[in-house]
């Protein structure tokens, strides 16, 4: 589904644009991508290589296809031309779960603890709530105890632990499962 443009004033008073990330965009995408996993891969679901190999074409398919999903989107978060963050609602769209959608979140270090993460947070929940979703789930390793913090002030509940469910830099790591009903 495409989100048309919502602005937000950071802590810092610099304005972001929250919006769909266009397939022309892909490469914007990347760039912030590539940037959130060097940073903070141990935070999130990809190693940073994945990144580095995506090629504009084959992310420009992907956005593709969340525009043109009843329920999966792409937000990006921009400022002066670039994309500092980014979240996603990667749902279902054919199937007796396709009233779920999963949430992941990644904003640049440099941005972080200035609101966005809350924004963007409540503006992808309330477009999910939208289009119609029933719930939302989303999965945190245990020791990311900000992201926690964030997502149990939106309401998020503790569905339970996946034990040792990525394995990261030569460990297991456990996860939280989280989800939320609208
Ligand atoms: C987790 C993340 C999305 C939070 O975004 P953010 O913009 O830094 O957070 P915000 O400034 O909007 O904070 C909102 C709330 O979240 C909580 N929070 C965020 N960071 C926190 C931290 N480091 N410690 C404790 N609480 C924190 C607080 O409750 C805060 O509310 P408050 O300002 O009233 O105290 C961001 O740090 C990030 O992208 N990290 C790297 C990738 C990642 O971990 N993604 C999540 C994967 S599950």
Redesign the pocket.
Known sequence: MIIEGKSFVLKNNTQVILRSVKPSEAQLFLDHARI?HRE?YR??NRPPDYWDKLTVEEEEKILKNMEESKRRFMLGAFLNGKVI?GVANFGHDQSFQEFNGMI????QNA?????????MMRFAMEKSKESGCHRLE???RTY????I??YE?LGFKKVGTLRETAFIDGQFVDEYMYDYLF
């Open positions: 959130a903070s935070n999130l963050g992941g979140i990644s904003i941005y972080h603890g200035l609101g966005l993460g809350e924004a989303l999965t945190v990311n105890t900000g992201a913090a964030l002030k």
